[in-house]
């Protein structure tokens, strides 16, 4: 879903890594995300990936919706999805209802 590269300052310099964020799904209904951290692109990934599946969620869905309102917090962000015919958010977030197998 989303690739960065994070740098630190070390004595020696600036210290480069790669931070990927990851969605796995099966496309009905059950998703996962992670995130994976290293100096290569492939070990951040792989690393992510393995995240990502032991974080999976099921929800229930009814055809290409959600059957009913779910609200959610985590610290200072809300999350409230509700039953429609189209996604109305963000890219990232389209990336993760679809993953879950909600169309828009």
């Not at 999805?81 to 879950?100: E, H, K, Q, W």
Request: glycine share 12%; aromatic share 8%.
């Amino acid at each position: 879903v989303d690739v960065r590269r994070v740098g630190l300052w070390m004595k020696g310099g600036r210290y480069w890594r790669i931070m990927v964020t990851v969605v796995v799904s099966n496309g009905n209904g059950v998703a996962g995300l992670g995130i994976g951290e290293a100096q290569s692109y492939d070990l951040a990934r792989n690393e992510g990936i393995q995240n990502a599946f032991g974080n999976l969620i099921a929800i229930d869905k009814d055809m290409w919706t959600v059957p009913h309102p779910i609200y959610a917090e985590f610290n200072r962000t809300k999350v409230q999805i509700l039953p429609a015919r189209t996604l109305s958010c963000s890219p990232l977030v389209a990336d993760v209802m679809n993953g879950f197998g909600l169309k828009g």
